[in-house]
């Protein structure tokens, strides 16, 4: 079966510090990748997607950046947090051929940038 | 521009009742639906979702019914138990290629004991 596994769980930084959020699917090869941010009254954000090694799509202009160094693993980072960027962040993955578009989520990461 | 809008932010209702959260969407082109539900700290979870050649979809006490001409669905929970206590979010998304899905802003329901 696949799991999905992100973390860490939460996570307090300093503002201008550096990110990184990791997330690895198992069970699965080539799966879609995504990075979602939840903010309060503004549902799930998506914020980057993959379909494959190195490659790397952004949904919309940040302070964070993504990579897919390996086929089931999925970073999220940033060079220097902003306290904008607190929020919770969600990876999720799928695979068309699996189970027709239906997204799996990982447990999440609480972030608070203070 | 929120193409999906759940526009109750909250919902309470009695056990044993019949829960009914709504969603609507602006892009006629989505062509599925589905309903994630998601606990404090966790992430969401697929719940049940529906094909845009259908107007109903149920798996248990969970029904999706679809009405493209409004462009809105609904998830209609009967009975509604306490443990379904939870965000409820709607997603739309277009087949082919990967799968973006566009999320609403979420429902929290409170069933009540």
């Known amino acids: 079966s696949q799991t999905i596994h992100q973390w860490p769980a939460t996570l307090v930084q300093p503002v201008g510090s550096p990110l990184s959020l990791e997330c690895t699917v198992e069970?699965?090869?080539?799966?879609?990748l995504y990075w979602y941010r939840q903010a309060a009254g503004r549902g799930l954000q998506l914020l980057f997607y993959?379909?494959?090694?190195?490659?790397i799509s952004s949904e919309v202009p940040q302070n964070l950046s993504a990579s897919r160094p390996q086929d089931r693993q999925f970073i999220l980072s940033s060079k220097k947090l902003l306290l904008s960027d607190s929020g919770f962040y969600l990876c999720?993955?799928?695979?068309?051929?699996?189970?027709?578009?239906?997204?799996?989520f990982g447990a999440g990461t609480r972030l608070s940038v203070l | 521009d929120q193409q999906v809008k759940q526009n109750s932010p909250s919902l309470s209702v009695q056990e044993g009742r019949i829960s009914i959260l709504n969603c609507d969407y602006t892009?006629?082109?989505?062509?599925?639906f589905l309903w994630y539900k998601k606990y404090p700290a966790e992430g969401p979870t697929f719940l049940i979702s529906?094909?845009?050649?259908?107007d109903k979809n149920e798996d248990g006490r969970f029904t999706v019914f679809l009405n493209k001409s409004a462009k809105h669905l609904s998830l209609h929970i009967v009975p509604s138990q306490p443990g379904d206590s939870a965000v409820y979010f709607c997603?739309?998304?277009?087949?082919?290629?990967?799968?973006?899905?566009?999320f609403g802003t979420g429902t929290k329901l409170q069933v009540i004991p």
């Open positions: 999720a993955w799928d695979q068309v051929a699996l189970a027709k578009n239906i997204q799996y």
């Open positions: 069970g699965t090869s080539n799966p879609n």
């Open positions: 993959s379909v494959g090694i190195g490659q």
């Open positions: 892009n006629s082109m989505f062509d599925y």
């Open positions: 529906i094909s845009s050649i259908k």
């Open positions: 997603a739309a998304g277009l087949s082919g290629g990967y799968q973006k899905v566009t």
